[in-house]
């Protein structure tokens, strides 16, 4: 007893001394080319390479650490916008430390003092995803987005603007790292109103992990705007033009001490012009019957855009963001169609068409955020708040006419869509250690989208036009999506680092029809696990391994039951009854840098459970229908092989293979169809000297294969010079589309039980562009921090109204 009564006032008389010797440690910092402090730094007390305690210097630049043991130690300070420095050998005694003041160099100087001599390459290959540095890509100048995504390794973007991830539509787009309502609503018609000058980099993840939302079964593209981090004010002006687009757009950012504001916006408007032969020939009972129907289409669309953001550091450790990005648009397409359809070579049916399908749209979206830093490094809590709404009108007029060109009957619709989008989302960071980190989160999205739908008509070409209510409805639909998050991420530097999670996702949905279709509801969870390998190796070799499980819910232009009857022999329509995509997914990647040439290769399997697919009837008449089903099995594997390197000082090229076996089956239509496919991608640019480059551009799509046939594959190649003006405040670039070729033409095959069908298509898309841009103000080092964003990446987009 008496040596227990000794041991516990040795221990208290220890811990009582422990206790009276921590000490504190401040310091000062400060910006090495201007006597003012550095706010908002990190730093962090070392001791043998691992963080002991963090803190943020106040708006003073200083910095306290209160609880120091005796000891030696180092202290690093860090900030984005300046040069990392650490102050080593820091020996705590008995007394407490001022370290005096620690100057931080900042990475960028006024713009007049700045030589650059090396830029990032196009593309970079990171631990978890590919990067593409558009912004350093002059070919691009004057597009769109698609133009931009038509570059990336592994993505094809069909002349509509469709887009596929080695081979799957089923991916998920994100505007910086967060989605858009018109995104949601047409990834196609989304693409072509982000014009290309304003993209910063786009970001391709193959295997997101459990923090990402698990829609995106081929995985997840994310588009970077530009943004200014530097303090005053700076903008750019950008009136592009072409022979098929527009792209007028500006920007500005006004920053000070702890105030940032910035706005960009812009107009575009475009036209197109193409041709299509469509040939079916189908069974009715024992007749074969043919039809010929070609169509000459004309269109134009205009859009308008604007976004407004201001974020406010409050302090040191708090910190408020708000947002406002609007949009407007139209569509509008022309169609002269001539149709005739005949029997063992009699015609039966012979009419012309004219008609004028427009598709328009406004919305908005609204966000609010907040984070909360701690005095730890990289420790951060953030509270995530987005509203969004849309309204989209789709309209069409018909006449039909006979041989005398006389109207004998006419036909009219509309479709009202209100989409309606509220986020409210939760996530905690903590790292363990210096190579360890825990993540948490939370996240529940409401959806409701309503849809009202009319058609009516009027014979002998009169204006006496009546409803026909069988054929009109409206469609209520509310969805509930509320999830949970895990994620451990551990990275040494010399053995394998991991990044493990699960997520949970439970879907509410409730639908109604108001005329006599039963209305229904349905509820379902899902546990989404992933888990990623990769090391770094010697001579900057990289490898990584990888499976994730994704879902992928039908959005709006899958749901939507209005048939678009606008050409009465095909029929396009959605599927209130979808069930959403299940899909694994497995990857393995190796990469390797030697001297100017970067290498990359990736491995993929691929298999998507309850697939969407677009299925073609026929009815005895010979009118075709387009509606999505649940009813097959895709599957692909294949490799992606991509690499870049200077052949000179002055000229890089880049180049990629991407090659699949794609399998696609249903046992419920008793359908399988298979092939390769494959794509191609070169870049070249050359700099000339003296402010001039030029650069070409051209890539390849093959063949690929659907459920019922198959898309015919195509090229696209362009040129472009571009010259420094004003100090390199100001370009002056022209371009050519397909210098050699008018027209891009391919062939689209369809079969189906009684019918077999042939699509000749021709696109107009030789074309030139002047792509000019001036850029203003004057920009200062700044200390801006990173800034979080929503992201809801769980459903499945629509690829256009083709």
Do not use: C
């Not at 708040?385 to 018909?398: A, I």
């Not at 509309?414 to 989160?441: A, C, H, R, V």
């Amino acid at each position: 007893m008496k040596i227990l009564l000794l041991t516990l006032i040795a221990l208290a008389a220890s811990i009582s001394l422990s206790i009276a010797q921590q000490i504190k440690i401040s310091g000062l910092l400060m910006d090495s080319t201007a006597t003012k402090p550095v706010e908002f730094a990190t730093v962090a007390l070392l001791k043998d390479g691992k963080i002991i305690e963090g803190a943020t210097s106040d708006s003073k630049g200083r910095f306290v650490f209160t609880k120091v043991h005796p000891g030696q130690y180092a202290i690093q300070a860090s900030l984005m916008g300046y040069v990392s420095k650490t102050l080593e050998k820091v020996t705590a005694a008995g007394e407490d430390i001022e370290v005096g003041i620690i100057k931080l160099a900042p990475t960028v100087q006024n713009l007049k003092e700045v030589t650059v001599t090396e830029q990032k390459a196009l593309f970079e290959e990171k631990s978890d995803r590919m990067v593409y540095n558009a912004e350093k890509d002059i070919s691009i100048k004057g597009g769109d987005a698609t133009d931009v995504l038509k570059k990336i390794p592994s993505v094809a973007v069909d002349i509509e603007g469709n887009v596929q991830l080695r081979g799957s539509s089923n991916i998920k787009v994100l505007i910086n790292n967060k989605p858009s309502s018109i995104v949601a609503r047409s990834v196609s018609d989304a693409l072509k109103q982000i014009p290309a000058d304003i993209i910063k980099q786009v970001e391709v993840i193959t295997s997101p992990s459990a923090k990402y939302d698990a829609e995106g079964t081929a995985g997840i593209i994310n588009i970077i705007t530009k943004k200014n981090t530097m303090q005053g004010t700076s903008g750019s002006i950008s009136p592009n033009f072409g022979q098929w687009n527009n792209w007028p757009n500006a920007t500005i950012s006004h920053r000070m001490k702890d105030l940032t504001i910035s706005a960009n916006g812009g107009f575009s408007n475009w036209k197109n012009k193409r041709y299509m032969q469509l040939l079916r020939s189908f069974t009715n009972a024992d007749s074969v019957s043919d039809q010929n129907q070609t169509q000459w289409i004309t269109g134009n669309g205009k859009n308008f855009y604007g976004t407004v953001n201001v974020d406010w550091d409050v302090d040191s450790l708090n910190r408020i963001g708000a947002g406002l990005n609007y949009y407007n648009g139209a569509n509008t397409n022309g169609f002269d169609i001539l149709f005739e359809e005949s029997s063992r070579g009699v015609v039966n049916q012979f009419f012309k068409r004219d008609m004028s399908r427009t598709y328009d749209w406004a919305g908005a979206t609204v966000n609010l955020d907040y984070t909360r830093l701690f005095k730890k490094p990289k420790k951060e809590l953030t509270l995530l708040m987005m509203y969004s709404f849309e309204g989209e009108d789709s309209d069409y007029w018909s006449n039909l006419l006979n041989r005398g060109n006389d109207v004998y009957y006419r036909e009219k619709s509309y479709n009202i869509s209100n989409n309606k989008e509220g986020t409210i989302q939760l996530d905690f960071t903590n790292p363990l250690d210096s190579i360890s980190t825990f993540e948490m989160g939370s996240k529940t999205i409401f959806r409701k989208i309503l849809s009202d739908y009319r058609i009516s008509s009027a014979v002998e070409g009169s204006d006496d036009f009546q409803d026909l209510p069988q054929l009109a409805n409206i469609f209520d639909y509310a969805q509930q999506v509320t999830s949970a998050y895990v994620v451990y991420t551990r990275t040494p530097k010399k053995r394998w680092g991991i990044n493990l999670g699960a997520r949970y996702e439970h879907t509410f949905i409730q639908a109604n029809f108001l005329n006599g279709t039963a209305s229904f509801s349905n509820n379902y969870g899902n546990l989404i696990p992933s888990i990623s390998l990769s090391r770094s190796l010697k001579k900057d070799q990289q490898i990584r391994l990888s499976y994730s499980q994704r879902i992928q819910r039908p959005q709006f232009f899958y749901l939507n039951p209005y048939v678009n009857q606008a050409d009465s022999k095909n029929l396009y329509g959605g599927n209130p009854y979808l069930k959403p995509e299940l899909t694994h997914s497995v990857e393995a990647n190796y990469s390797v840098s030697i001297k100017q040439t970067s290498f990359n290769a990736s491995f993929f399997l691929r298999q998507t459970n309850n697939a969407i697919e677009s299925i073609n009837t026929v009815d005895s008449s010979g009118v075709l229908k387009q509606i999505f089903q649940n009813v097959a099995q895709n599957s692909a594997y294949g490799v992606n092989l991509s690499a870049n390197t200077k052949i000179t000082k002055q000229w890089s090229v880049n180049g990629s293979l991407n090659v699949f076996y794609n399998v696609l089956e249903s046992a419920e239509l008793k359908t399988r169809n298979e092939d390769w496919m494959y794509r191609v991608n070169l870049n070249s640019t050359i700099d000339f000297g003296k402010g001039f480059k030029g650069q070409l551009f051209g890539f390849y799509n093959s063949a690929r294969v659907n459920l019922q046939g198959k898309y015919g594959g195509f090229g696209f190649y362009n040129m472009v010079i571009q010259k420094e003006v004003l100090k390199k405040k100001g370009s002056i670039g022209f371009g050519y589309d397909n210098p050699f070729n008018r027209r891009i033409k391919w062939r689209n095959d369809f079969v189906g039980p009684n019918f077999v069908q042939t699509q000749d298509i021709a696109m107009y898309r030789r074309g030139w562009r002047i792509n000019l841009k001036y850029e203003f103000g004057q920009m200062n080092g700044g200390n801006q921090r990173q800034k979080k964003r929503i992201s809801n990446d769980d459903k499945k987009g629509g690829e256009g109204n083709n």
